[in-house]
T-cell receptor, first 115, second 113 residues
Framework: NAGVTQTPKFRVLKTGQSMTLLCAQD?????MYWYRQDPGMGLRLIHY???????AKGEVPDGYNVSRLKKQNFLLGLESAAPSQTSVYFC??????????????FGSGTQLSVL | DQQVKQNSPSLSVQEGRISILNCDYT??????FLWYKKYPAEGPTFLIS???IKDKNEDGRFTVFLNKSAKHLSLHIVPSQPGDSAVYFCAASATGSNYQLIWGAGTKLIIKP
């Protein structure tokens, strides 16, 4: 079982470059999330989606865009990368939303460095 | 201002002994708490949870205790095993919180042989 798959696993960008992180899940989950994890801090929600074709802002959405064109995929885009976006990015999914206390299934993360 | 705090960045415990990981929160609206475990180069995986209507929840070697008056929860692992060496995250949510889990910074648990 693949679960939640993130690509790429590592990426180095120069300031101002753009990129897209891909998240794919094969569990038929409705809900998908993008988090970032920074040293000394907990995971922070960037954007989330409650179903195909829907997206919403989380706690730290600035500088990111997302799309959920297919139920199994959730894309995170950085249009103009900044050093402050250096972080580890995690995608997660759940059958129901976290508001119903459904546990999350996470991908293995993407280490992004912006120089 | 961190609403969920794990004040110990790391903890070292002898194999076979009890590991106690602590978590404090400030938001009295939180009514559900979860613990996740994370190995290097992997994403977090769900470990155990507790609702605010309970003060204890057990699952095998893992027990979570909730003290609502102190806004404190703890995860007990008994007995500790080498495979328990990982980073443990505490997370909290409030009913109607619009899909937001608030996470602590994590505690790295090291089990010594």
């Amino acid at each position: 079982n693949a679960g939640v798959t993130q690509t790429p696993k590592f990426r180095v960008l120069k300031t101002g470059q753009s990129m897209t992180l891909l998240c794919a899940q094969d569990m038929n989950h409705e809900y998908m999330y993008w988090y970032r994890q920074d040293p000394g801090m907990g995971l922070r929600l960037i954007h989330y989606s409650v179903g195909e074709g829907t997206t919403a802002k989380g706690e730290v959405p600035d500088g990111y865009n997302v799309s959920r064109l297919k139920k199994q995929n959730f894309l995170l885009g950085l249009e103009s990368a900044a050093p402050s976006q250096t972080s580890v990015y995690f995608c997660a999914s759940s059958y129901l939303g976290t508001v119903t206390n459904e546990k999350l299934f996470f991908g293995s993360g993407t280490q992004l460095s912006v120089l | 201002d961190q609403q969920v705090k794990q004040n110990s960045p790391s903890l070292s415990v002898q194999e076979g002994r009890i590991s106690i990981l602590n978590c404090d929160y400030t938001n009295s609206m939180f009514d559900y708490f979860l613990w996740y475990k994370k190995y290097p180069a992997e994403g977090p995986t769900f470990l155990i949870s507790i609702s605010s209507i309970k003060d204890k929840n057990e699952d095998g070697r893992f027990t979570v205790f909730l003290n609502k008056s102190a806004k404190h929860l703890s995860l007990h692992i008994v007995p500790s095993q080498p495979g328990d060496s990982a980073v443990y995250f505490c997370a909290a949510s409030a009913t109607g919180s619009n899909y937001q889990l608030i996470w602590g910074a994590g505690t790295k648990l090291i089990i010594k042989p």
